[in-house]
């Protein structure tokens, strides 16, 4: 089976929708610039996108054609054919030995692999800033208290009162 284009597809379905890259973006909750980026080729929308899109396309051969790149990301994403379980149970010792048997794509797999590495790198970015924020809020609330000290310091030190706004400065 060729490699289908999937640039040429969303746009023809997204024409056949008759809506602008702005509005596929807002249905798909995606960037303007992403589409875009679909549109030319630079990148490709990942499995859940191009489902999304297949439910809003009217049946057509545009839809057969959605059809058709939604068994290609799915070969590329989980090459596991189906009627051929693992050999392990899933979970269990060995069953990313089963999935490397001879036969099956490692593209899939290696796949799944940079996909994990990088959610893992962006998790680890997350969670730096998370605590650093959380660190520079501690700080905050710390300013805080000590203002809040000094401030009830000075309000007893002038005896309690505060003068009145209005008051003339002494000459």
């Given at each position: 089976m060729t490699a289908l284009n999937p640039a040429k597809i969303i746009r023809r379905v997204r024409q056949r929708l008759d809506l602008s890259q702005?509005?596929?973006?807002?249905?798909?909750?995606a960037t303007k610039g992403a589409v875009q980026h679909w549109e030319r080729g630079r990148n490709n929308p990942d499995l859940a996108r191009v489902l999304a899109l297949r439910q809003l396309c009217p049946p057509s051969a545009e839809r057969k054609e959605l059809d058709s790149?939604?068994?290609?990301?799915?070969?590329?994403?989980?090459?596991?054919?189906?009627?051929q379980p693992p050999a392990a149970k899933p979970g269990g010792k060995g069953a990313w030995a089963a999935l490397l048997v001879p036969g099956?794509?490692?593209?899939?797999?290696?796949?799944?692999?940079?996909?994990?590495?990088?959610?893992?790198?962006?998790?680890?970015?997350?969670?730096?800033t998370l605590q650093r924020r959380?660190?520079?809020?501690?700080?905050?609330?710390?300013?805080?208290?000590?203002?809040?000290?000094?401030?009830?310091?000075?309000?007893?030190?002038?005896?309690?009162?505060?003068?009145?706004?209005?008051?003339?400065?002494p000459a």
């Open positions: 702005e509005g596929l973006s807002r249905l798909l909750n790149l939604i068994r290609q990301v799915q070969a590329q994403v989980a090459p596991l054919t189906p009627g099956y794509p490692k593209e899939g797999l290696e796949l799944l692999r940079r996909e994990n590495l990088r959610f893992r790198r962006q998790v680890t970015r997350l969670e730096t959380t660190e520079e809020l501690h700080i905050l609330q710390d300013l805080v208290r000590e203002l809040e000290r000094e401030k009830a310091l000075l309000r007893v030190g002038a005896g309690g009162k505060e003068p009145p706004p209005s008051a003339p400065a």
